[in-house]
């Protein structure tokens, strides 16, 4: 019933930006988390940043100071704002979302690929 769908995913420059957007089916506040995270090829899947439905925010340390997530409640939707990129940031990222009573919901993925 839950339906999660990534957007935004593409190819950068280095030091380039992005901005990632997680449309969900229902409100976001609905939620206990929702967060964004990534695989690279060959590499575990891995958090990249979290928030919750009382808007507490946490990222990884590679990502801190460059990325920043969101949420704008009338669309649902959660976003995913990426700055000053690095190559090694290159992977699927994917949209996660955890309510009270199931889950853990993941979206199709989105393609982020960084390079010259």
């Known amino acids: 019933q839950v339906q999660l769908v990534e957007s935004g995913g593409g190819l950068v420059q280095p030091g380039g930006s992005l901005r990632l957007s997680c449309a969900a089916s229902r409100s976001t506040f609905s939620f206990t988390t929702m967060g964004w995270y990534r695989q690279a090829p060959g590499k575990q899947r891995e958090v990249v940043a979290v928030i919750s439905s009382t808007d507490s925010i946490n990222y990884a340390d590679s990502v801190k100071g460059r990325f920043t997530i969101s949420r704008d409640s009338a669309k649902n939707t959660v976003y995913l704002q990426m700055n000053s990129l690095k190559p090694e940031d290159t992977a699927v990222y994917y949209c996660?979302?955890?309510?009270?009573?199931?889950?853990?919901?993941w979206g199709q993925g989105t393609q982020v690929t960084v390079s010259s």
């Open positions: 996660k979302a955890v309510r009270p009573t199931g889950g853990p919901y």
